[in-house]
């Protein structure tokens, strides 16, 4: 799927069928089976992850033009803190807004800073990952730039807070997978559905980045991920954080699921590949290849 700036929803492009499906998905099921929703589906699961035809990944460069390259310990987003606001852009054409908000899950509140990332995608637009609990933060950050996408990796709060503000204000689609739409629903309504459906081996073409679409599934039954080759970079959403696979709340929803996720697909990836997750800093494939071992 390529475009420039987005194309607009007709009315008669329901979505209907794909909310009637995710329906009737339970929100922790084990079973992922393939149902057909190609209708506004990005890809047809022809690519392969990081076949973009651009060779080699290309070395990284913090803000200040530091290689980064070998490890992370230059990467501007690999700071530990906690605080609220926006670091970057960084070499790449990468912006963290770091936002801060409560997160309701299993009947117990959490207090959470989660990151949204905004993506370069050429000299006008950017694509805007996970847009958290701050949508005016967000927009401020992405400027008079315009706003190609609004792609959510999964919808819990932290991912999905601020899209349809975001996504409105920018005149965006939202981009999500079809079996989260019971958790959309729970924390936006059925009024404002995401109108393109994201599967794993899916692609998009925006502007100038080619990202593909990774299955993540365990920690929700439709977690994506978002994989930028020419950037050596994936957005990992809550699959994978420093150090450890991300919790739902205090809580692993499908540890198996989610360990064979991130196995299979994020530490897969170029050890240089930089992990830019919903929460923390960033880290690498290469990093957290050497703790895969102990979370098994």
Same mark, same amino acid.
């Given at each position: 799927?390529?475009?420039? @700036?987005?194309?607009?929803?007709?009315? *008669?492009? /329901?979505?209907?069928? $794909?909310?009637?499906?995710? !329906? #009737?998905?339970? &929100? %922790?099921?084990?079973?992922?089976?393939?149902?057909?929703?190609?209708?506004?589906?990005?890809?047809?699961?022809?690519?392969?992850?990081?076949?973009?035809?651009?060779?080699?990944?290309?070395? @990284?460069?913090?803000?200040?033009?530091? *290689?980064? /390259?070998?490890?992370? $310990?230059?990467?501007?987003? !690999? #700071?530990?803190? &906690? %605080?609220?606001?926006?670091?970057?852009?960084?070499?790449?054409?990468?912006?963290?807004?770091?936002?801060?908000?409560?997160?309701?899950?299993?009947?117990?509140?959490?207090?959470?800073?989660?990151?949204?990332?905004?993506?370069?995608? *050429?000299?006008?637009?950017?694509?805007?990952?996970?847009?958290?609990? #701050?949508?005016?933060?967000?927009?401020?950050?992405?400027?008079?730039?315009?706003?190609?996408?609004?792609?959510?990796?999964?919808?819990?709060?932290?991912?999905?807070?601020?899209?349809?503000?975001?996504?409105?204000?920018?005149?965006?689609?939202?981009?999500?997978?079809?079996?989260?739409?019971?958790?959309?629903?729970?924390?936006?309504?059925?009024?404002?559905?995401?109108?393109?459906?994201?599967?794993?081996?899916?692609?998009?073409?925006?502007?100038?980045?080619?990202?593909?679409?990774?299955?993540?599934?365990?920690?929700?039954?439709?977690?994506?991920?978002?994989?930028?080759?020419?950037?050596?970079?994936?957005?990992?959403?809550?699959?994978?954080?420093?150090?450890?696979?991300?919790?739902?709340?205090?809580?692993?929803?499908?540890?198996?699921?989610?360990?064979?996720?991130?196995?299979?697909?994020?530490?897969?990836?170029?050890?240089?590949?930089?992990?830019?997750?919903?929460?923390?800093?960033?880290?690498?494939?290469?990093?957290?290849?050497?703790?895969?071992?102990?979370?098994?």
């Amino acid at each position: 799927m390529f475009w420039k @700036r987005k194309p607009k929803q007709k009315d *008669d492009e /329901s979505t209907e069928a $794909a909310a009637e499906a995710a !329906a #009737d998905v339970e &929100e %922790e099921a084990e079973e992922v089976d393939s149902e057909d929703t190609g209708q506004r589906s990005a890809g047809t699961g022809n690519e392969e992850a990081g076949e973009d035809g651009n060779g080699d990944a290309p070395e @990284r460069e913090s803000a200040s033009g530091e *290689d980064t /390259s070998e490890d992370d $310990a230059g990467d501007v987003f !690999a #700071d530990d803190s &906690e %605080e609220v606001g926006v670091t970057g852009p960084d070499g790449d054409g990468i912006t963290r807004v770091r936002t801060s908000g409560t997160f309701e899950f299993d009947g117990e509140s959490y207090e959470v800073v989660a990151n949204t990332w905004i993506v370069d995608a *050429d000299g006008d637009g950017v694509v805007v990952i996970d847009p958290g609990f #701050d949508a005016e933060a967000v927009l401020e950050a992405v400027g008079k730039r315009e706003i190609y996408l609004v792609a959510c990796t999964n919808a819990y709060a932290p991912h999905i807070a601020g899209a349809i503000a975001v996504a409105e204000e920018g005149e965006a689609d939202i981009a999500l997978h079809p079996r989260e739409m019971r958790l959309w629903r729970r924390y936006h309504g059925a009024e404002h559905r995401p109108e393109i459906e994201v599967e794993g081996e899916g692609s998009f073409q925006i502007g100038d980045l080619h990202i593909d679409v990774l299955a993540l599934p365990g920690s929700s039954p439709g977690t994506v991920g978002y994989y930028v080759s020419a950037l050596d970079a994936v957005f990992s959403g809550d699959t994978l954080r420093k150090g450890e696979p991300g919790m739902v709340g205090d809580t692993y929803i499908d540890y198996t699921t989610q360990l064979a996720s991130i196995g299979e697909r994020l530490l897969s990836l170029p050890p240089t590949t930089r992990i830019l997750p919903d929460r923390g800093p960033a880290t690498t494939s290469g990093a957290e290849s050497k703790n895969f071992d102990d979370w098994v």
